[in-house]
């Protein structure tokens, strides 16, 4: 019978490449545990990715409809804040001129009317509003301020109603200029057109076309602003016009408020869509994540028990290796 052996030197060359074997298997299986995922996808699909590329491209879609998401429902959120604000900020102004209406003297109106004017600055700046640096309600324009301030508007207002021989009329010249587009949406506001509809998914789409110019918002600054005026302008009003003024400053400063509850009740809705939309998209990440996961995913279990076989190979060839290290004349003639 004919004998095979190997010189000392192939012995080498065969040690380090089951050396290397062993140690390559050893990376496989510590990167696979690592990653959750198998080394070889080729492998796992059988050389067939079409599936793996549609779960890919459908999980790489839902990510970004639900990044898109996010960012709309902190719009919509920054907005219920504001529109919350500007509620609050007029009910003030309401109050004040109520007190005004039932003390009757020149004094409290003066008091009411100064207040009013520090409120329309601070509505004022609350429509300028701009989380992470774009406009909330500025529109497509997204920088700069949406609204120019409290003094530019009470500038444009005063000859508008200077000439009124009545509160009543003053009132309806306040009202005429607010709506029209020559006047507060072509002097004061400083934004760009509504923003369309925005998709949150591929069959989703919500609305966030709010802008300052919006008539909610004309409406009320219509009733504050008349309410800062109401002591000092139009001249040719008599003390007890200008309470009827400061009166119907608060009737108009009360539909305003009712506007901008309606005008939440939108924002509100599309919170609503946005929130079971972002559900949705959630499972759905999860289950392609899953489904992924069931083509390409690797099993700890077995990996372990791999892991272990492929360390007890490479010990028993260390161990070899060693004790063959050792070996001598005299011990092999033994």
Known sequence: MTMVSFGDLAQSFLTKAQSGRLKAESLRITQELSSGQRADVGAAVSGDHTRLAAISHSHRMAEGYLSVAAEAGFRTASLQTVLSQLTEE???VVSDLALSAQDGSDLTLGMASGRALQTLDAM???LNTAPGGR???GGTAVTGPAVAGATALLDALRPVISAATSP?????????WFDDPAGFQATIYLGGAALPDLAISENEKVWLGVTARDDAFREVLAGVAMAALAEETPTALSPPDRR??????????????DRITELAGRV?????????????????RLVLEIARS???GSDPLKLATELEAVQTNL??????????SRLNLADFLR
């Open 90 to 92: 007029a009910q003030t």
């Open 124 to 126: 004022m700046a609350k």
């Open 135 to 137: 406009s909330l309600l």
């Open 168 to 176: 009543d009329e003053a009132m309806v010249l306040a009202r005429d």
């Open 244 to 257: 009827r003024l400061a009166t119907l400053a608060s009737d108009q400063t009360r539909t305003g408020i």
């Open 268 to 284: 509100g809705q599309s919170q609503s869509r946005i929130e079971a939309t972002q559900t949705r998209l959630q499972s759905e």
């Open 294 to 296: 069931d083509i390409v």
């Open 315 to 324: 010990e028993t060839l260390y161990a070899v290796t060693a004790r063959l």
